[in-house]
């Protein structure tokens, strides 16, 4: 189960990295967005990793908070990102 | 330095994604990128993906080598006014076991009644400890944990080695006849391999972890103390032989188990580690004197544990007054064999930020049921070259303690009083501790930032762990969730549930 939980994690981590790059293709993006986005990244495969550990070990409590805190901090940063960095550009871009 | 990627040419992308006139249309593919913008991305993702590989990767090494842990400088700091070797007679498992011991010192169980108010026998305890009944409505004080608890402590005693847990010397298991010495002895080609070749044999018997430390006066009871003839035994009279090194073995407990504690489910674990450090130091023992050399086997006799694992480099004096050996915590037993082997590669005090870590933590003191450790705001937060627990300036009261080491004191009369309220050995320190974790990735990278960050984060730490989850003590459903651990056992697909280590062979 351990290691299904590793290889899921390094699917999730090739598609954020290939999520990155091609946004960074289409959209003429600031390097502080690009590591904000890549930080957001990172803190939800971290969540999930250690979400993923507590629930094998058999603490569900350590699983949820990590998912609310890292995953959910994770979450918050690059959708603020998006809103205003990110969309802007794109907006920007389209007209 | 540009905001921006210079080569980002955002544009080039878009302007596929809109036909261009004059029928000049590039090809773009299902991601709307024409050639360049391909090659960009797919260079991008290579680079992006390595770049962040190598951060990972790098992250990983520092923790593994943070992990090793650091020597240690500053063990043992000792204040040589104040100290003096152990007699084994101030032990509190030894004087608790000794009727002589007590007919000699009433003042003790008097003082200590007195100040605490209670009506507490020590030299009864033992003898109360095992008869409270049980109670089968009371998960973790059911006949089944009574019988778990027996259990586990069983094949000691029917090898003749049960009191090897208070002290007592020279028991079967831990016998210093050394009529079966092998005349010739094994030579080793160098002092590593001789060493590598003794851990290898203390994991065959079952350490989890192995270090090898020179005998050392400070950590002997000296003298020491036969409980069964009321004899004071001499290391250069008695002792067989003239030891020179001590091999220090830890023996692992069930994460599961000990974290029903004070449930006497717990006991249960403590029993079986105890029968197997039993087991494996007369192992290692016979292992070496079938080499030829010297050996004599030790449980909780002979020399104070938790020191001698610290020299040998295993873990750090924690303020629960146990070992905290990295990756597995407080939840280990200690034994160890002394020899005159001397030929060895000898490990060093190390340390992993844990005694520091103590410091502002105090987890285990908020969890003990008898009050006997002490907390970080008391005075020196329990942590100096005496005692500082209550009381302990009344004359005689701390007559237990190994004075003039720094280190945490608590008062183990307190503790092995609520052992015989409980009807059982206790370890809420234990299943408490902010280092009491199963084996996963999270604990041992919690564990690899500890010395590096900084003393208010201790503190913060040691308050999420419980907010994680993870300590709770005097719990029921935990002696409930232990029972239903079995589960599974007859696959045992991983192997960490009833180890908890790194997986390092
Ligand atoms: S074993 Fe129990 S009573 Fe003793 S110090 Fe630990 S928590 Fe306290
Ligand atoms: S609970 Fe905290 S203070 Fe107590 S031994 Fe463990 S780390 Fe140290």
Redesign the interface.
């Known amino acids: 189960m351990e290691l299904f939980q590793w290889f899921c994690m390094g699917i999730l981590f090739v598609l954020s990295v290939a999520a990155l790059s091609y946004l960074s293709v289409v959209v003429k993006l600031k390097w502080y967005t690009l590591a904000s986005l890549a930080l957001g990244a990172f803190l939800i495969l971290f969540g999930i990793g250690w979400a993923g550990a507590s629930f094998l070990e058999g603490i569900a409590q350590s699983g949820a908070l990590a998912l609310i805190l890292f995953c959910g901090s994770g979450v918050v940063l690059m959708t603020l990102t998006w809103r205003f960095l990110v969309a802007p550009e794109l907006s920007k871009q389209s007209d | 330095m540009s905001?921006?990627?210079d080569d980002?040419k955002?544009?080039d992308?878009?302007d596929q994604l809109e036909p261009a006139g004059g029928g000049d249309r590039r090809e773009v593919d299902a991601?709307?990128?024409d050639n360049p913008?391909r090659r960009?991305?797919l260079t991008?993702?290579a680079v992006?993906?390595g770049a962040?590989l190598a951060g990972l990767a790098a992250g990983y090494g520092a923790i593994e080598y943070s992990v090793q842990g650091r020597p240690s400088k500053n063990y043992p700091e000792i204040d040589e006014a104040i100290f003096k070797p152990k007699d084994q007679r101030d032990v509190v498992l030894t004087f608790a076991n000794s009727k002589a011991l007590n007919e000699k010192h009433p003042e003790r169980n008097e003082q200590y009644n007195r100040l605490q108010k209670k009506e507490f026998d020590f030299v009864a305890g033992f003898r109360d400890m095992y008869a409270k009944p049980w109670d089968n409505n009371k998960p973790g004080y059911t006949q089944m944990d009574r019988a778990l608890q027996l259990a586990g402590w069983h094949p000691l005693g029917v090898a003749g080695s049960r009191k090897s847990a208070n002290l007592q010397p020279n028991t079967p298991l831990h016998s210093w006849d050394q009529s079966d010495v092998e005349e010739e002895q094994y030579k080793f080609d160098d002092k590593q391999a001789a060493s590598d070749a003794i851990k290898s044999a203390a994991r065959v018997f079952g350490a989890v972890k192995c270090g090898i430390a020179r005998q050392d006066k400070r950590w002997d009871y000296d003298p020491l103390y036969d409980l069964e003839t009321n004899q004071e035994l001499s290391w250069e009279e008695d002792f067989p032989f003239k030891p020179k090194s001590v091999i220090v073995m830890l023996t692992p407990q069930d994460y599961d188990c000990v974290a029903t504690a004070p449930a006497w489910t717990a006991d249960g674990t403590y029993g079986a580690g105890y029968t197997q450090m039993g087991i494996q130091a007369d192992q290692m023992a016979k292992f070496l004197r079938a080499m030829g050399y010297h050996a004599v086997s030790a449980g909780n006799d002979l020399g104070s544990s938790v020191p001698y694992a610290i020299m040998a480099g295993l873990g750090e004096g924690a303020r629960n007054g146990t070992l905290i050996a990295p990756l597995v915590g407080p939840r280990i037993r200690i034994c160890k064999v002394y020899t005159d082997f001397d030929f060895v590669e000898y490990d060093q005090p190390h340390t992993w930020g844990i005694t520091d870590f103590c410091l502002s933590c105090g987890k285990c003191a908020e969890a003990c049921p008898a009050d006997a450790i002490p907390l970080p705001s008391d005075k020196n937060g329990g942590y100096g070259f005496e005692p500082s627990y209550e009381f302990s300036d009344e004359p005689g009261y701390t007559w237990n303690n190994h004075h003039g080491i720094k280190k945490f004191y608590s008062d183990a009369k307190k503790c092995y009083n609520f052992w015989v309220e409980n009807g059982g050995g206790c370890g809420a320190c234990i299943a408490s501790c902010t280092f009491n974790e199963?084996d996963?990735?999270?604990h041992k990278f919690i564990l690899g930032i500890t010395p590096a960050s900084p003393k208010p984060l201790h503190a913060l730490m040691a308050q999420m762990h419980p907010?994680?989850?993870?300590g709770h003590t005097n719990d029921p459903a935990k002696a409930e969730?232990f029972w239903k651990t079995g589960e599974g056992m007859r696959v045992n697909?991983?192997m960490?549930n009833n180890i908890g280590t790194s997986n390092k062979s």
Do not use: D, M, Q
């Open positions: 905001n921006e990627h980002t955002a544009g992308a878009n991601l709307g990128l913008a960009k991305f991008r993702t992006g993906g962040a199963p996963f990735w999270h907010a994680f989850g993870y969730k697909s991983s960490k």
